[in-house]
Structures are given as C-alpha cells and as structure tokens.
C-alpha cells in the first residue's frame, strides 16, 4: 500500500521577526502577500502537473512560516482550493495552520475551517510577560485565551500550542507556571522546544558578545524532566523528543498495552504531519524557502519572496527539471541509499516510543539495521543509550528513556 503523500506551504510573511527566530521570514513586506499567493498557486499546479500518474493521496497539509494567519481567510481559502483541484485528498485529511496569538479572529477562524482546515498550531511560547517581552513576542497570554477560545467555537477541535524552555534567566518556577497555564487550556497537543542560540541571529550575536545570559543546561534538563512527568501525569503520551499529545479528547487517558512498543504508534491527536517527516515518509513543499522531498529528492526552494514571485510569474519550467522541482526550486539532491538509511535512522530514532523498525528497515534497504550501522549501534547498545525491543514479528530499535536529554549524542553517530 502506498503511503500517503504530506504538503508543506511556506508563508514567510511576519509582522515582527523576533530576535531568536533563524526561519525563512520576513518582516514590512505585507504589501506582496497578493502576489505570493498568486506564485504559491502557480507552483503547486506545476507541482501537480510534473508528477507521476501513480501517485498516492495527500494525508496532511501544513501552513508554516512565519506567521500564516496574516494572510486572509479568502486567500487561505484559495490556496486549499488549488490544492483540492490539484490533488487528491485523504478522506481524514490532516490540515494545520501556524498562528501567532492575537492574529486571530472569530470571524477569519469560522473561515478558514470551512475552508477545510481543521488543526491549528499556536506560538504560546510563555505565559510569563517578561518572558514574552525578551523573546519580542507581540502578544500576552490572554490574547493565547481568546485565542483558543475563538477556536473551539469555530469547530477547531485539534488544537496544539508550542512553549519554549532553557530561556535566559528563566526560572524552574516560571517555566512550571507557564506550562501548568498552558494545560489549563486543554489543548490536544503540546510541542515545548528548549531555545537554541542559532547563528545570524540577534539572539545569537547578543550571546556571543556577553549581552545575553546562556541558558543553564543543567536547569534546562530539569524543566524538560518536569515537563516530561507533568504532561504524562495530565494525559499526555510524549511521542517524540519534544511532542506530547492526547490519546483521548478531554480526559486522561492510560498508556496502551505494551504491543504498541513494536508497531508504528503514535497518540491519537499526534501531529500527523510531522509523523511523516519522523518516519522518512514523502513530502512536498511549496513556497519560498520551502524544504521538501519526494522522488529520492531532497530539494529547497530560492528563499527571497520577490525572486520566488518573479520566478513562477516567468510560467516556464526550468531546464533539466523533472517532478518533484519546480521553477523555484535552485537545490536539490538525490540522495544515496546511504544517505537515506542515515536519515531513516536520525528521523526515526526521535519517535521515543516507537523507534525504528528493523523489518520495515530491511524492506526498504535490503539489509537490517545492524547490518548496515553494526559499530555505531553495538556502542550505543554498551552505553545504555538505545535498546531493542524483540518480539517474533519485528524487532524495534529505540531510545532509552534516559537518552532523550543527550539524544544528539546518539543521532551523530549515524552522520558520516
């Protein structure tokens, strides 16, 4: 059986880019959203057209960015229709759009589920004000309430908020306040991310120029812990390193019997887009900046919006391009089996509960698992940071519990 096929949408525009954020965004250039959602149109009829005749339904849909909600409720609701004349959809299609609080209203909400999404994703990031003021987030946490909501009463029932831990001079207390509010919403699904400094960006240059405090590690393992416990305690199964989610709407839920340690698993309001990306599965992207991969393709897309508009405005195909490339694609690569079982292992291996499987491993590359990682798994074995789990039908490799904290660790182990 064919796997459904996943499609990612960049939206770069942003009313303010924050200091900590390295994405493709773009801050003043609202006056070009018309424009874009023209090009974004254009490619995915191109993307569409180029590909194979053969070809597996779309499972999910996913509005990143940048600040998706900035565009209308009309012109979200034209990409869908593009995407609905151009492809197949999944009778239990998964359609999420990224939100920042506060750019939301009931009106643009009641729209754009009529539209056909139906998962949104809010950046909460902390419901400290101080906190949200160094972080240069526009909004405060009773704009999350309003938020949410405003979501419910459109019919949204599958809501996610992100929160972010390992701040500067952020405190175990203030990280447990921010999150105890966060579940005291009751969202599906809860992503919490520890910062990073990444380079290029203010926050990056601040730190490295001493005006800006490093996280503490040691605290940060500790929030991630606490975190850990207190959304499992409250009916949330971590699925990934940093995803947690319901298995049951509006209750606490009991973890499933231990067979589901050995077969593909995931909570049932786990996001389905991002469980394509974790187990290696096809993706297509569109819009600039976009990453996507289908057809032994790891491609990108050219990262300025006018260039990216200039270039499906031109209406030809590119020379030499094939599916799944479009005019606006400028990298690409076709990768390896090599390179492939790497990332079947660094995608796969960040499912906590499920890991890898090596039958579905074997299928796919002709050889198990330690045939084809022998000295990198016999060490991670002897150093207690992954464990098989055996039954007669499959064998699942996966990360020890403790292993999360240092998974990096483990995961550099399969890049050469």
Not at 49 to 70: C, D, N, V
Not at 388 to 407: C, F, K, Y
């Amino acid at each position: 059986m064919t796997p459904d096929t996943s499609i990612y949408l960049h939206i770069p525009f942003c009313a303010h880019r924050c200091a900590y954020c390295d994405f493709n965004t773009y801050a003043g250039q609202g006056d070009s959203i018309p424009a874009y959602v023209d090009a974004l149109i254009k490619e995915i009829n191109f993307g569409a057209a180029a590909r194979p005749s053969a070809h597996a339904t779309i499972g999910t849909i996913f509005f990143g960015g940048g600040t998706p909600s900035l565009l209308s409720a009309p012109q979200l609701a034209s990409i869908m229709d593009a995407l609905r004349a151009a492809f197949t959809f999944s009778s239990n299609l998964e359609a999420t759009i990224e939100a920042n609080p506060g750019t939301t209203s009931p009106e643009f909400l009641h729209q754009i589920r009529a539209a056909g999404i139906n998962r949104i994703s809010f950046g909460v990031q902390s419901a400290n004000p101080e906190e949200l003021h160094m972080l240069e987030r526009v909004h405060d946490f009773f704009d999350v309430i309003q938020s949410v909501k405003w979501a419910r009463q459109a019919g949204l029932d599958n809501l996610n908020l992100d929160v972010i831990y390992g701040l500067p001079e952020q405190t175990l207390q203030t990280w447990q306040t921010s999150l105890q509010r966060i579940l005291d919403l009751h969202p599906e699904h809860i992503s919490a991310y520890a910062l990073t400094l990444e380079h290029g960006t203010p926050f990056g240059r601040w730190s490295a120029r001493g005006m800006l405090p490093l996280p503490d590690p040691d605290l940060a393992a500790e929030m991630y812990e606490w975190a850990s416990e207190t959304l499992e305690a409250n009916g949330y199964k971590q699925y990934e390193i940093s995803n947690w989610a319901k298995e049951v709407k509006g209750q606490k839920s009991k973890v499933r019997p231990s067979t589901f340690d050995l077969q593909p698993w995931a909570p049932a309001f786990a996001c389905k887009h991002n469980l394509q990306y974790w187990r290696g599965l096809p993706y297509l992207a569109f819009g600039a900046g976009a990453h996507g991969y289908a057809g032994g393709y790891r491609y990108s897309n050219v990262l300025r919006i006018k260039t990216y508009i200039d270039r499906l405005t031109a209406n030809s195909q590119q020379p030499g391009t094939a599916f799944p490339l479009t005019p606006a694609a400028v990298n690409y690569h076709r990768l390896s089996k090599r390179e492939e079982m790497q990332e079947a292992m660094l995608t796969g291996l960040r499912l906590v509960r499920e890991g890898v499987s090596d039958a579905a491993f074997r299928r796919r590359f002709g050889i198990g698992i330690e045939d084809a990682f022998p000295k990198e798994v016999d060490e991670l074995l002897r150093l207690g940071l992954l464990a098989w789990n055996h039954v007669s039908t499959d064998s699942r490799l996966r990360l020890m519990w403790h292993a999360r904290l240092v998974s990096n660790q483990v995961f550099v182990r399969f890049v050469e």
